[in-house]
T-cell receptor, first 117, second 111 residues
Framework: GAVVSQHPSWVICKSGTSVKIECRSLDFQATTMFWYRQFPKQSLMLMATSNEGSKATYEQGVEKDKFLINHASLTLSTLTVTSAHPEDSSFYIC?????????????FGPGTRLTVL | KQEVTQIPAALSVPEGENLVLNCSFTDSAIYNLQWFRQDPGKGLTSLLLIQSSQREQTSGRLNASLDKSSGRSTLYIAASQPGDSATYLCAVRLNTDKLIFGTGTRLQVFP
């Protein structure tokens, strides 16, 4: 099946620093990638949708200047948390999809645990 | 606004029981519905995807049904095993391309 990887799997940083998380589709070309965040014991909340070569579309309430998304190629998307603060600590999960048809699933990465001290 | 709710929120059962997990959604205009499994601290594993034109899908001991008109889906797990312990999430895909996730059911199957 389709494989999506994320790097790093976990990161601890100091408040005020920026952190970059990578999401890669390993065996397919992802025309669309999605970024989610998940707080403990809660469900996944969509942050933004990105199409290769286009600007990301952010969900209401998500600061685009704080969560920078780049989808420069069909196999790589990055999420940069700028000037991270403790309230940004969360589990970030990406997903990737090859096409937009009804049979095209989103395949999820293993997630990245971000802890901001 | 589409809202997805799962009942029960948590479930603890002895090994061998047959289980039913429920998922309800408020807007029937969905593209498809998907059930996922999430182990603690891990990503999501897709279990079953039901297209909007389908009524059920089966994979091994898992069977998922979909009733769009009533806004409901159920995940049936037969002969549960301790290895089935995880959080189960349902998600509906909207025509706008987004996946809206449910609140999840935390399942524990004890030997």
């Amino acid at each position: 099946g389709a494989v999506v990887s994320q790097h790093p799997s976990w990161v601890i940083c100091k408040s005020g620093t920026s952190v970059k998380i990578e999401c890669r589709s390993l065996d397919f070309q992802a025309t669309t990638m999605f970024w989610y965040r998940q707080f403990p014991k809660q469900s996944l909340m969509l942050m933004a949708t990105s199409n290769e070569g286009s600007k990301a579309t952010y969900e209401q309430g998500v600061e685009k200047d704080k969560f920078l998304i780049n989808h420069a190629s069909l196999t790589l998307s990055t999420l940069t948390v700028t000037s991270a603060h403790p309230e940004d600590s969360s589990f970030y999960i990406c997903s990737a999809r090859e096409g937009a048809g009804e049979n095209n699933e989103q395949f999820f990465g293993p997630g990245t645990r971000l802890t901001v001290l | 606004k589409q809202e997805v709710t799962q009942i029960p929120a948590a479930l603890s059962v002895p090994e061998g029981e047959n289980l039913v997990l429920n998922c309800s959604f408020t807007d029937s205009a969905i593209y498809n519905l998907q059930w996922f499994r999430q182990d603690p601290g891990k990503g999501l594993t897709s279990l079953l995807l039901i297209q909007s034109s389908q009524r059920e899908q089966t994979s091994g001991r898992l069977n998922a049904s979909l009733d769009k008109s009533s806004g409901r889906s159920t995940l049936y797990i037969a002969a549960s095993q301790p290895g089935d312990s995880a959080t189960y999430l349902c998600a509906v895909r909207l025509n706008t391309d987004k996946l809206i996730f449910g609140t999840g059911t935390r399942l524990q199957v004890f030997p």
